[in-house]
């Protein structure tokens, strides 16, 4: 099975219109990207783009490129040439990192490093270099991967197999959901994989683009239409606009990328969590088809007080595992039941009327012993009952106490200066 690249362009290409190239990029407004840039810009993270090969000679991605690799048919080497007719793989390399100075298009995490693998040109891929793509970014320290590409239909075993080593590696794996005018109605694998964040496009008001494919599997949006990318320096000028689901991706995995760098100790359960509950919910209230949780809102993600989870939110069916870190429960006694007296001690054996000459006279030694053995019985259940009680508090502080410092190491609040 061939997978196809998720169009960059859902219409031609066309040149960017006249400078200033800042201009151009309407969606920083929205997004708040110059105020997420004032808490973090993706220092530290490594995000693996996983395309056509990344152009490192355009001004956007100088000096932040890594070697990488290639795999599949006609792949490169190492990732460092972009081997598409049109850049894609540059086009979302500038729009997560691009560096944004002298007017230059800003990524939305200008800091962080890229990852390029080479996987296909214009002529798609084989599952396997997608799967072996996958494997090799998350040995190569990536921290997110960026995948603007799919196919129809369900995803490969080995593909599969390879997005579950990611996850269980510590990685996030954000994927297109797909363009209609790629053949994509529903949403489209490897998006469609449980546990990889799906993401939809809208437009400029924020309305679901209608060449966005949808589906239950959908995680967030962010915008997709009319988007300024960089492409490669063979172009004069690289610089174009277009749309598609390709560009909502990585304007996602970079939001992901301030996250990884502005908690660098949460994992990526967490970094997944503050992404889908910070996102601003659209449509019909909750998750739908066609938003997911939401837009994406990267400086709410970055400034919000989140609770923690401690599993993968896309994998255990919502984001309803974390407490909020100011209550814990409050832990009440144990009621204490303490067994009946019984109405005979041993001694002192009832005695019915038709035996009167059995039954003990006021003050003698059976008397004595008797209010002994009541006292004593009395003095037990006391002690018992304190004991319980001592039990039950010393119980609730240790409780409270290891509540209280796992969430100071799930939440890192407050967050790590910058």
């Known amino acids: 099975m061939l997978v196809t690249v998720v169009l960059l362009f859902a219409a031609p290409l066309a040149p960017a219109a006249a400078y200033p190239i800042r201009d151009h990029q309407w969606y920083l407004a929205p997004l708040q990207i110059p105020q997420a840039q004032q808490q973090a810009r993706g220092q530290g993270v490594i995000v693996a783009v996983i395309d056509s090969g990344v152009d490192d000679t355009i001004p956007e991605l100088a000096g932040r490129v890594l070697a990488g690799s290639g795999f599949g048919p006609g792949a490169g080497t190492d990732g460092r040439k972009d081997l598409g007719s049109t850049g894609h793989g540059t086009a979302m390399a500038s729009l997560i990192a691009g560096a944004g100075a002298d007017d230059q298009v800003l990524g939305v995490a200008p800091a962080s490093t890229i990852l390029p693998i080479s996987v296909l040109a214009d002529q798609g891929a084989p599952a396997s270099a997608i799967a072996a793509a996958i494997r090799y970014a998350t040995d190569r320290g990536a921290k997110v991967i960026n995948l603007?590409?799919?196919?129809?239909?369900?995803?490969?075993?080995?593909?599969?197999?390879?997005?579950?080593y990611a996850l269980a590696r510590d990685v996030v794996v954000v994927a297109a959901a797909g363009n209609v005018a790629s053949g994509d109605v529903q949403v489209a694998n490897l998006a469609s994989v449980p546990g990889v964040v799906a993401v939809s496009g809208i437009d400029k008001d924020g309305s679901p683009w209608s060449g966005s494919a949808k589906g239950p599997q959908t995680v967030v949006s962010a915008p997709s239409t009319s988007i300024l990318v960089a492409t490669p320096a063979r172009n004069d000028p690289h610089y174009a606009l277009g749309s598609g689901t390709s560009q909502a991706t990585a304007l996602t995995s970079g939001t992901i990328a301030l996250l990884r760098s502005r908690y660098p100790g949460l994992n990526a359960a967490n970094i997944i969590?503050?992404?889908?509950?910070?996102?601003?919910?659209?449509?019909?209230?909750?998750?739908?088809?066609?938003?997911?949780?939401?837009e994406i809102q990267p400086y709410a993600a970055l400034t919000a007080r989140v609770p923690g989870v401690y599993s993968n939110p896309l994998l255990t069916g919502g984001s309803t595992a974390g407490a909020d870190p100011e209550a814990s429960p409050t832990l009440q006694p144990v009621p204490i039941q303490p067994a009946p007296l019984q109405p005979t001690l041993p001694g002192l054996a009832p005695t019915g009327p038709d035996d009167p000459g059995k039954q003990p006279q006021a003050g003698s030694a059976q008397d004595d012993s008797g209010h002994l053995l009541l006292l004593a019985a009395a003095v037990g259940v006391a002690i018992g009952i304190g004991i319980t009680l001592i039990s039950t508090f010393a119980t609730m502080v240790f409780r409270r106490t290891e509540r209280a410092r796992a969430r100071r190491e799930a939440y890192q609040w407050p967050p790590p200066p910058i």
């Open 273 to 294: 969590e503050r992404l889908i509950a910070t996102a601003q919910d659209r449509g019909a209230p909750g998750r739908d088809t066609s938003y997911g949780f939401g």
């Open 148 to 164: 603007s590409l799919g196919a129809p239909g369900a995803a490969s075993s080995d593909m599969r197999d390879a997005i579950d």
